[in-house]
């Protein structure tokens, strides 16, 4: 977590239902990747519809550092992206501290370059996040590694070599990683117990538009043939499927009627059916997801895992929603060990949560009041949001740096629905 030196402040005047239509953005944990990968390519490569967040300048920033030359329209939402010379090997501390998925860039240099250094990757403080399963993957593909300074710098003078890779882990970073990497490696590489996210078959369907011959994503198992060179492509990047259920999550809390248009309901599978064990309407078509609610919730249990299952990045706006649900709900978070820093900030609201080591235990309450309370996170900030939309009086979110990382234009989206919410600077 870096430093937050800004007073800037979310003001919610809670209580009111949220209604209309609103429009989710392309996938944060989609966009990150794909502009990595943009470096693999000796020819320019275009994405459309970028979403406007600070991860995107983040990332834009490291490969600018590497010799891209990112050039963007006026209005920022296209970028192309010219890798044909690359000129650093190294991601500085600067940089990568801001946000773990920098060390995504690890991948494309061994491939283009033989050579990476990069910082020891920051971002969310939810735990440990170590780096273990791409250092082994990398291995496997005939990198050195070495560590000291802060630093990992890994080496291939004479090309990567695929392999057979096991995941102990169904990591979705290492998965990527591994993936940009092998897709320049010499010969053919298998990914087992790879992870499945939505995220990761768009990385592959961009990569294989680039030339690469990637099969499987989607799959536990992914196939890569190596290939000599990769060219640029233009790509529009998937929906952003935990935006689209922040944006559900706080419909119901807040009794409303909101129709989320670009959500997929093929990549909210479980957010929905918790949704509707909660007792809110739900409707699906091929445009979006509408959510009906009266405001009266009930309890639902949740135990996050990898996609297919409940997602971690979903876990702490569903936690926010079970605090005001009639009954008991547990909360189970098995994917990173240290993602409860919400539980303290929505008590401070008036929700009343146990911690079990990884279970939270939710006895729901019938209101929460406003409250002033700090986004830890950029998924606890969400949670905050929508508790605050929720809450009788004024919540005051501080710390938005965090949920500046991940959500495009929070304040106009809710603000379109009929939300009480201002930003300020105090
Ligand atoms: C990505 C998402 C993040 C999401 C997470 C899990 C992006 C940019 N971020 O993060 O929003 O919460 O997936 O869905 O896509 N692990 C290891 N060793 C490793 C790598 C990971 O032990 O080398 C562990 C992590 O500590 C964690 C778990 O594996 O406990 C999952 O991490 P991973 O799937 O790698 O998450 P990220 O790719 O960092």
Wanted: proline share 4%; glycine share 10%; charged share 25%.
């Amino acid at each position: 977590m870096w430093e937050e030196k800004s007073l800037e402040k979310l003001i919610i005047n809670g209580g009111k239902p949220l209604e209309g239509r609103i429009r989710v953005s392309s996938a944060k944990n989609a966009v990150l990747p794909i502009i990595a990968a943009t470096m693999l390519a000796s020819t320019p490569s275009r994405l459309l519809e970028l979403p406007q967040l600070e991860d995107v300048h983040t990332i834009c920033n490291v490969i600018a550092s590497l010799g891209v030359k990112v050039t963007a329209d006026e209005t920022n939402d296209e970028i192309q992206f010219d890798a044909s010379h690359l000129t650093s090997i190294e991601a500085p501390y600067d940089l990568v501290r801001r946000m773990r998925a920098s060390f995504l860039v690890m991948g494309p240099l061994l491939a283009r370059l033989g050579e990476a250094r990069i910082s020891l990757p920051g971002g969310c403080a939810i735990g440990s996040r170590p780096i273990d399963l791409h250092l082994k993957a990398f291995e496997a593909l005939g990198a050195t590694i070495e560590m000291g300074d802060g630093y990992v710098y890994a080496k291939a003078p004479n090309g990567l070599i695929g392999n057979q890779i096991y995941l102990d882990f169904p990591s979705v970073g290492a998965t990527e990683n591994v993936v940009m990497a092998a897709s320049m490696a010499k010969g053919k590489t298998v990914i087992e117990n790879a992870a499945e996210e939505p995220e990761i078959v768009d990385l592959v369907t961009y990569l294989n538009s680039m030339g690469a011959n990637i099969r499987g994503a989607g799959t536990n198992i992914i196939r890569i043939e190596g290939v000599d060179h990769l060219e640029g492509a233009t790509h529009t990047v998937i929906p952003d499927r935990i935006e689209a259920g922040t944006y559900l999550i706080a419909a119901a809390m807040t009794g409303g009627d909101v129709y989320v248009e670009n959500a997929l309901s093929e990549h909210l599978k479980p957010v929905v059916a918790k949704l509707k064990e909660t007792g809110v309407k739900v409707e699906e078509d091929v445009d979006g997801i509408r959510v009906i609610s009266d405001g009266h919730l009930k309890a639902a249990d949740i135990k996050t895992l990898p996609y297919p299952g409940f997602p971690t990045d979903m876990q702490a706006q569903f936690m926010a929603l079970t605090t005001i649900a009639e009954g008991t709900s547990t909360i189970m978070e098995t994917v990173f060990e240290n993602r409860f820093m919400h539980v303290d900030e929505l008590r401070k609201m008036g929700a009343s949560i146990r911690i079990e080591e990884r279970r939270a235990i939710v006895e729901g309450v019938k209101k929460l009041h406003g409250a002033e309370v700090r986004a830890t996170d950029l998924r606890a900030g969400a949670a905050l949001v929508c508790a605050g939309l929720a809450a009788e009086g004024i919540t005051k979110v501080t710390q938005l740096s965090h949920i500046d990382r991940g959500y495009d234009n929070l304040v106009g989206k809710l603000k379109g629905l009929g939300a009480d919410i201002v930003r300020v600077d105090e």
